[in-house]
Each structure stands twice: as C-alpha cells, then as structure tokens.
C-alpha cells in the first residue's frame, strides 16, 4: 500500500494537515472544502493519497488536494 509506505517513511514524527479539523475535508460548506484543498497543499503524501482514494472509489470528501466527486454530476438519471 503505497499511501502507508509513504506515511511510514516520513518518520514517527509526522503530523499530517488532514490529522486535525478533519471536518473541513468532508463539509458540506463549499469555503470548508476548498480550505482542506489548500492545506492538503501542503502534504507530503498527497499524491499517494490521491491514488489511493481513485483507487478505493472514493465518492465525496476532499482526498490529496482533489474534491470527490471530481467530475461533477450532471444530474442524469435523478
Ligand atoms: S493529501 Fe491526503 S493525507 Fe494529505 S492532507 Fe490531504 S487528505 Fe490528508
């Protein structure tokens, strides 16, 4: 798994953004979301998260800087 080798490898010390006021990654409040963008920013793993969450299939939440549902719903079949 490549997100937990990654995390692993930054030491015992690490502290990710998303480790604290995770809410803001999943709130329905749009400045919320785009305030958990930014920091994710700042993360030294963000692009093994963000693997990881395409590859779980991750349907809503803020995963490696990227808002979920990337593609936003057209509406069809509602
Ligand atoms: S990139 Fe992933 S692990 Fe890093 S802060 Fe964002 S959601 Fe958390």
């Known amino acids: 798994m490549a997100l937990a080798r990654a995390i692993r ?6 502290f990710l953004p998303c480790w604290s006021d995770a809410d803001d990654w999943f709130s ?29 299939g991750e349907k809503y939440g ?3 800087g990227v808002q ?4 936003p719903s057209t509406g069809a079949g509602r």
């Open 9 to 14: 490898a930054l030491g015992p010390d690490v």
């Open 28 to 56: 329905v409040n749009a400045a919320d979301r785009f305030e958990a963008v930014r920091r994710c920013g700042r993360c030294p793993v963000r692009g093994e998260c963000l693997g990881a969450a395409v590859a779980r």
């Open 62 to 64: 803020v995963w490696g």
């Open 68 to 71: 979920f549902p990337a593609v």
